[in-house]
């Protein structure tokens, strides 16, 4: 059975970093490319950021464009999405995904999802 379980939510002030993670299970890890969305209250599922699986695709929303980071470690089936310089606006469920092969940006086409975790960041 595949599962998707993130951790690390809760709530941090602007400016703060927060790591969330992502722990798979059952499925070949290291062939599915990865990424996290996000939903903030009253506002639809969106792509955050995401990479295939060789790592050389990256994806990233423009407006987390050098705070955030996703990393993975395919010998402990995790993902990772490092987030700098936290702002309000980046307050939502975020959403641990992945897709065979492609970094996973089209709702569609993603093939399992996490149960999410919250992030909340007060001004």
């Known amino acids: 059975q595949v599962q998707l379980v993130e951790s690390g939510g809760g709530l941090v002030q602007a400016g703060d970093s927060r790591r969330l993670s992502c722990e798979v299970f059952?499925?070949?890890?290291?062939?599915?490319?990865v990424g996290w969305f996000r939903q903030a209250p009253g506002s639809e599922r969106e792509p955050v950021i995401a990479n295939d699986w060789t790592e050389t695709r990256p994806y990233y929303k423009d407006s987390v464009k050098g705070r955030f980071t996703i990393s993975r470690d395919n010998a402990k089936n995790m993902v990772y999405l490092q987030m700098n310089s936290l702002k309000p606006e980046d307050t939502a469920v975020y959403y641990c995904v992945v897709q065979l092969f492609s970094p996973p940006t089209i709702p569609d086409r993603v093939y399992y999802w996490g149960n999410g975790t919250l992030v909340t960041v007060s001004s």
């Open positions: 059952g499925l070949p890890f290291s062939n599915y490319g």
